[in-house]
């Protein structure tokens, strides 16, 4: 329920009046993370680096007024701030500028480079959480086209205007997006984002990603848009796979609905326009560093813990299995890897929620924990000490997850690693670990397969190269053949001991799998896929990526780490979304429906005669609205309908005596003056007698009980009386009066 606010009560006539309207945007705080490298050492290290990118006083004042020479600081922010450092990719210096007012009531944040070239700003006041659109993106674009001339005047006749996007109420603003043009080629990884508050028409944010000194290549393209089309069709294949779609159905339940895509295996593929080279990815690494690394898939823990005498009567009454069996089937299990000295033991019984991502029926599980209890001393050098986690079905006894340390080979107190042998490969890990599976789950495992393998964890190096201690596998789900990557099974083996030290899955008893029967090729996919917006010629860049390790172990250079950009011309596939029908061939969105332009979805041809046109379209313009073409304004709302706009509006309610069905039902244009009123938090204000004058001609048809409800709301432009000032209690609210309703609930709450 939106908070309460007084309300000035004009009587005669009751004509309300609100607060002007107010501006608010969540600042974009600079995020900077210094990079680090452990590296044991027995000496002091010397540290060397690039000095030029130290920051000096002489550089900050610069900055300040440079920035100050193309932004307009407020009197009222008098706190100022600000933070120096170098970005950990590209390498360069960056200022954070930061101007406020005291007690967070404004805020004015700017970053840029040592040159002084703005790369962000946002504008933030505390005065509003929500906002009624009041422009048209149409009417604030040139809003956007200006504020780029003024802050970044060097770029402003380098781009190109490619669309508009809104975030909904609580950002209050569009973000307008352009991008770089080079040669009458478009560059999109070099762009320019300006947000402008559709309430004030002011200008909050604005983002720009641009690199300004790099050398552009000529035009010239020697391959032509076909021949690179072969190109990819060979470096690209279109897989076959379920993807996911949640459906509500009228009870309100939601169901997972599998549906059938094509995609490329690749959503990266570009094609060298001067020669021919077909290019994977945008990155090249000249060297790269030793690292190490491990996976591991963490388990949720228990919730819904049971006392002890609880647990006792869920065993007694729904045929559980007890505790000390749950015990028993991990401690018992001699494929899991556990420590010897794992003596701590602890079981808990909880009841594993319903979700619409899980099954319908809840369950019980066993959560068991077990430790190693011994003191670590400090004169002991063996500081290791194991642990191991597992959950276990109740009703079956079969493992659901299970989670144990492995020991860290590398010896402190000596600084190197201890002599062990890996006694089993890859393949037969993968063997020990199908065993397993096949026991504890294998109606899963039979519908599943490998999609993945890979070296695990470090135990040594040998010859300055990793050598590794461990595999995990990963298997998705499979239905008639085809891989369901949403469910799937995870398992890692231990290479030293054979054991499997970690192990969990997901899988879902209710989807639905749409049938694979008279599906096209993957040829005649891949041609409309290629046919679709997105795929085109551009400039793009190149990252290439140097680490210099210097061969003096004491030198830690701080700047060993380089990007540097190259821009190459290519016929590039940025086609989204790259889903296409493996039925119709065309192009799909993430719901496995039709796809459909952004910009088209909410034009409609039936409402430029319709006294509502205006907030019809300033909704549409923040994506509230239907789809299909036509509003059909006069057509009465649905309770489900109006509840779609509602939270798509970010306006949630919470009535006893008022409540949506959410179905397609319809309601009076009385009843939606009540929720509307209710859900503002005037109620108790209505429910005043004697103090409400109306001079509807139809005022006997309201009763006295919602007369001032009617009031309210027509002072409050909510649900109004029409030209001939009958307000109409009974008749159904329209589509059109509920895009009125909802302007006027929005600009209620300003």
């Not at 080629?185 to 947000?195: C, E, H, K, L, R």
């Not at 050098?381 to 079956?396: F, G, L, M, Q």
């Not at 062990?420 to 490969?425: C, G, P, R």
């Not at 004697?690 to 309210?712: P, Q, R, V």
């Amino acid at each position: 329920m939106f908070s309460k606010k007084l309300v000035p009560l004009f009587l005669a006539g009751c004509l309300l009046t609100s607060s002007l309207p107010s501006v608010v945007l969540a600042a974009e705080e600079s995020d900077t993370r210094a990079a680090s490298v452990d590296i044991p050492a027995t000496e002091a290290a010397v540290v060397t680096g690039d000095t030029s990118k130290e920051p000096t006083a002489d550089d900050l004042e610069r900055i300040i007024t440079i920035v100050k020479s193309k932004i307009t600081i407020p009197e009222e922010l008098t706190q100022f701030d600000y933070n120096f450092n170098t970005d950990n990719y590209t390498g360069a210096a960056i200022w954070n500028l930061n101007w406020y007012a005291k007690e967070d009531a404004g805020r004015i944040s700017v970053s840029c480079d040592q040159s002084g070239n703005i790369l962000n700003f946002s504008s933030y006041d505390n005065k509003s959480d929500k906002y009624v659109p009041k422009y048209f993106k149409s009417e604030l674009k040139n809003k956007a086209n200006e504020f780029i001339k003024k802050v970044a005047p060097d770029i402003a006749g380098k781009i190109e205007y490619v669309g508009v996007t809104s975030d909904g109420t609580y950002s209050g603003q569009y973000n307008y997006q352009f991008q770089r043009m080079e040669n009458g080629i478009p560059m999109p990884d070099n762009s320019v984002t300006v947000g402008v508050n559709y309430q004030t028409g002011e200008v909050t944010s604005f983002n720009s990603n641009w690199l300004y000194t790099v050398n552009i290549p000529s035009a010239e393209v020697k391959i032509t848009k076909n021949e690179a089309v072969g190109k990819i069709g060979k470096a690209v294949t279109m897989k076959l796979s379920y993807q996911n779609a949640y459906i509500t159905d009228k009870n309100g339940e939601t169901k997972i609905k599998a549906f059938l895509v094509y995609s490329p295996d690749n959503s990266y593929a570009a094609v060298d326009a001067k020669t021919g080279e077909v290019y994977t990815t945008q990155n090249e690494w000249i060297e790269t560093a030793d690292t190490a690394s491990s996976k591991e898939k963490a388990d949720g823990g228990a919730y819904g813990n049971l006392t002890k005498e609880e647990e006792t009567k869920l065993v007694e009454m729904k045929g559980l299995i007890t505790k000390e069996e749950a015990i028993n089937a991990v401690t018992g299990n001699k494929s899991l890897l556990l420590d010897e000295h794992l003596k701590s033991v602890s079981a808990s019984l909880y009841k594993q929620g319903v979700s619409y991502r899980s099954s319908k029926e809840s369950k019980y599980i066993w959560n068991i924990s077990l430790s190693d209890p011994r003191e670590v001393k400090d004169s002991n050098s063996d500081t290791y000490r194991a642990y191991a986690n597992a959950t276990v079905d109740a009703a079956t006894g079969k493992l659901v997850s299970f989670q144990a340390s492995v020991k860290d080979y590398y010896n402190m107190s000596k600084q190197e690693w201890e002599a062990v042998k890996v006694k089993y490969t890859k393949e037969q890990g993968q063997t020990i670990l199908e065993n397993f599976l096949k026991d504890q789950i294998p109606e899963k495992f039979k519908y599943s397969k490998l999609t993945d393998n890979n070296d695990s964890y470090v135990i040594a190096y040998k010859d300055g190269k990793e050598v590794y201690g461990g595999y995990d596998y990963n298997y998705n789900r499979i239905n008639a053949g085809i891989e369901y990557s949403f469910n799937s099974i995870y398992g890692a083996v231990d290479g030293v001991t054979g054991k499997i030290y970690s192990y969990s899955y997901y899988w879902d008893n209710e989807v639905t799998f749409e049938s694979p029967k008279n599906i096209i090729n993957a040829q005649k996919a891949f041609d409309a896929y290629i046919g679709n917006k997105g795929y085109h010629l551009v400039y793009e860049i190149n990252n290439i990526h140097t680490i210099n390790n210097s061969s003096a172990k004491r030198i830690i250079k701080t700047d060993a780490y380089s990007v540097d950009n190259e821009v190459r011309l290519v016929y590039r596939t940025d086609i989204s979304p790259n889903y296409i029908s493996p039925f119709t061939g065309k192009q799909l969105n993430y719901d496995g429906e039709e796809y459909a332009d952004p910009d088209r979805m909410f034009y409609y041809s039936d409402i430029s005669d319709n006294a509502s046109n205006r907030n019809i379209r300033l909704l549409a313009e923040i994506g509230i609205g239907f789809k299909g073409g036509e509003f059909i304004p006069d057509k009465a709302v649905t309770t489900k309908e109006l509840t779609e706009f509602l939270n798509e509006a970010g306006i949630y309610y919470k009535s006893n005596k008022y409540k949506l069905k959410n179905d397609d039902s319809t309601l009076a244009r009385i009843d939606a003056a009540k929720i509307s009123v209710q859900i503002l938090g005037y109620e108790s204000i209505a429910k005043l007698t004697g103090i409400y004058s109306t001079n509807f001609k139809d005022i006997s048809e309201i009763s006295d009980t919602n007369l001032g409800y009617a009031a309210l709301a027509q002072g409050l432009n909510l649900v109004t009386s029409n030209k001939d000032n009958e307000y109409r209690p009974n008749d159904k609210l329209t589509r059109a009066e509920a895009a009125d309703m909802l302007i006027g609930m929005l600009s209620a709450e300003e």
